[in-house]
Each structure stands twice: as structure tokens, then as C-alpha cells.
């Protein structure tokens, strides 16, 4: 999660104002810092997957959509100044410039009853709830919560957030980590992780990078997918519903777990810049504004390569 480039090619000058705006959002992100931290850049999601459809922001601030529309969840027209997005199972989240929040798609269970919220820097989608980081570093979620899932209004110094089936994880300001809802397979147990600087969610796992570029991971391993005690020199980790994706330094990408629909098969990509992993599908986006995908593509999720 990170900053806004387009998803199609530039020419030159047309790079040199992307390089601009990502400067200008850097300076919007930062928000306030919690008395002997150091400044926070707060991480914002460029390409996002959901359970069966893929999101993407472009350098215009519109937003982009494929995959199953059971619930109008790639319904993405008339969204402008969007700077990130989040996808759960059938929602989509949509982070504005203004730091306020649209969301399209499944409502059952209020995941979508974001109208109110304000001063928002950070975004995240589960299944069906919603949570957002707003500025002096506390949380608002919203949605479904059956597991206490949404049980995060007494979090403080929070710098990031990820969100899975049933849980919520968030990364503290030094480094420690929380977490609250389903833990039926361990899940929740981060309260010994130590230098975190981001975190992902799965089905029933979670994964945490350290600032030394290494990963630890807990909860449900039936895959392998909690298998990256050997991974380093890794920059951003993304957690899908039962596979592990790791953006390592050099722009290529490792991945464990479940492989079924091939959603592992990134061992080719090169020139990543940010990836995302779906319930069965992943997705990378590239140097150049393409993006990339593998995996399970029954309801054209993995059709981006106009973007």
C-alpha cells in the first residue's frame, strides 16, 4: 500500500507530473506524528483485489474495475479524486484527496456506511467490514463484527491497518501490532511482533514485514501459506485468502500457499512495484503504470491488461 501512478503508459512529461503529485501526497499523508515517532507516510493501495474482482486507481483520480458485479462493486462511475482503494469480498472502498471515504457494493452488514467519516489517511476491506486510520492515528471500522472484528475504537498511535475474513490487524507507531476479532486458528496472536513497519490479512493468517525486510506470519498454515521464515529484502507483503505474496527489492515477487488456480505463478513478473492478493488471484502493478495478473480469472478479474 503506497501512492497514486497511473495504470496506463506515460510519456515523459506526463511522468514528471506523476512524479509531482506522489511528492504532494507523500506531504498529504503524513498527518500528525505522535510525540517521539518519527514522521509517518501513511500507506496508500494503488491496485486492490476482492474475493472475485480488481480495483485500480488512476493518475487522474478515477477508478477502474473488473470481475464479478453481483452487488455494483465495480460500479466505479463518478468517483474522481480518489488517491486509494481497498476491495473486500463484494465491496469496494475508495479513499478520497479530501480524506473522506466512498465505498460501492454489498451492504448487509453496514460495511459500506462510510458517508460520515472524515480525516481518513489509511484504508481496509474485509470480507464485510470496513476500517479506516484518520489522521492522529486512531481507527473507525465499520460492518460486520460478529467476532469483535470492529472492536478497535480504543486503538491509538496506529499506523497502518490490514483486514481479513473476521479480524483486524493494526501496526503501532513503534513498531508493535493489535489485533481483534476471529483468532480460531491464531491469527490474532501478534502481541510478541516486534519492528513491524506493515502488515497483511488473510483468510485466517496474517503477515507482518519487519524494517530488516524479513516476514513472520501466524494463523491458519493448511498451505503453507505462513511459510516465509527464509524470505528477505522484502518491501510490501499482501495476504489473499489462503496464499502469501512478497514484493521483494528488486521488483520481483515470491509467493507460498495454495496454488490451485496458479495464483502463485509470479516467479516470471519483474518491474513490481506494488502487488495484491484476491481469494484466489494476484495482481501486480508495474514500473511502467500495467498492470499484471495470475490466478483464478472465472469472473474476469484478472482481466487488466488494458489498464
Known sequence: MKIILN???????????????????????????????????????????????????????????????YY???????WTSVVGVAAGYFHTVGLKVNRTVVARGRNNYGQCMINGWKDIVQIAAGSSHTVGVK?????????WNSAGQCNV?????IVQVAAGYAH????????????????????????????????????QHTVGRKSDGTVV???????GQCDVSGWTDIIQVAAGSLHTVGLKSDGT?????????????VSTWTGIIEVD?????????????????????????CDVGEW
Open 7 to 69: 495504470l496506463r503508459r506515460h510519456s515523459y512529461l506526463a511522468r514528471v507530473s506523476v512524479f509531482l503529485i506522489m511528492i504532494a501526497l507523500i506531504v498529504w499523508m503524513g498527518g500528525c506524528t505522535p510525540e517521539g515517532a518519527s514522521p509517518i507516510h501513511y500507506p496508500v493501495t494503488r491496485i486492490a483485489c476482492g474475493e472475485h474482482h480488481t480495483v485500480g486507481v488512476k493518475s487522474d483520480g478515477t477508478v477502474v474495475a473488473v470481475g464479478t458485479n
Open 72 to 78: 455494483g462493486q465495480c460500479n466505479m462511475e463518478g
Open 135 to 143: 489522521s492522529d492515528h486512531t481507527v473507525v471500522a465499520t460492518g
Open 153 to 157: 475504537g480504543s486503538w491509538t498511535n
Open 168 to 203: 483486524t490487524v493494526g501496526v503501532k507507531s513503534d513498531g508493535t501490532v493489535v489485533a481483534v476479532g476471529l483468532n480460531n486458528d491464531g491469527q490474532c496472536n501478534v502481541g510478541g511482533w516486534r519492528d513491524i513497519v506493515q502488515v497483511a490479512a488473510g483468510w
Open 217 to 223: 506470519a501466524v494463523g491458519y498454515d493448511g498451505f
Open 253 to 265: 515477487v515470491i509467493a507460498v500457499g495454495y496454488n490451485e488456480y496458479g495464483q502463485r505463478n
Open 277 to 301: 492478493a484476491g481469494y484466489a488471484h494476484t495482481v501486480g502493478l508495474t514500473s511502467n503504470g500495467t498492470v499484471v495478473a495470475v490466478g483464478l480469472n472465472d469472473n474476469g478479474q
